[in-house]
């Protein structure tokens, strides 16, 4: 029975561990793809979204990420966001909760709209990394919607090791490494 339980609990760990979520930042509201990890812009005011992608779970009560941009002419004007989006950060630094749980849809959600402007049109890369302080050391984190003492770590829509999740006047990214259990089975069939 002591075998059977801890078979049952391996198992449990290798598929939660193959259902993190990926985080990033999109120059779209709906369409999460890598050609919408790039904005060409300069002296204008554009939005980018901080999205999950790849959900576990079917509701976000809150999540926690840092930002930082490279380039200091670029400006985070505001930040906002959805079912009573509280943020007891900053606009780069977002620990935030939501009254009502966000919603997930086909995987993904979106968690914040950050209205920006950059005065220079100049290459830029948009990083993540860990919120100060952080829940879970080292790694940007959500809560499920239905047990928010859930805490479920994501990797960075850019993959694990590379922190910059978006560009502008750059090339964007590309996704180094699928993170849903889906994609993970599509490698062996």
């Known amino acids: 029975m002591k075998k059977l339980l801890a078979l049952a ?5 290798a598929g939660a561990a193959f259902a993190q979520p990926g985080i990033g930042v999109f120059f779209s509201a709906t369409d999460f793809v890598d050609a919408n990890t ?3 812009t300069a002296g204008a005011p554009f939005n980018a979204y901080v999205v999950i992608i790849d959900s576990p779970v079917s509701s976000i009560g809150a999540y926690e990420v840092g930002i930082t941009i490279s380039d200091p002419a670029v400006f985070v004007l505001s930040v906002t966001g959805p079912n009573g989006w ?4 900053s606009n ?3 620990l935030c909760g939501f009254t009502t749980p966000v919603p997930v849809t086909e995987g993904a959600a979106v968690m914040a709209t950050m209205n920006m402007l950059q005065s ?3 290459e830029a890369t948009i990083s993540m990394g860990p919120a100060t302080p952080a829940s ?7 809560a499920d919607g239905a047990d928010p003492d859930v805490l479920i770590a994501c990797v960075l829509d850019s993959g694990d090791s590379a ?5 502008l ?6 996704a180094a490494e699928a993170h849903s259990l889906s994609s993970v089975k599509a490698l062996f069939n």
């Open 163 to 167: 922190p910059v999740v978006a560009t």
């Open 92 to 94: 780069t630094n977002h």
């Open 38 to 40: 790039n904005m060409d």
């Open 9 to 13: 609990l391996v198992a449990l760990m």
């Open 86 to 89: 509280t943020n007891f950060g």
């Open 136 to 142: 879970i050391p080292d790694v940007p984190a959500i």
């Open 169 to 174: 006047n750059g090339d964007g990214i590309v």
């Open 120 to 122: 220079v049109a100049t």
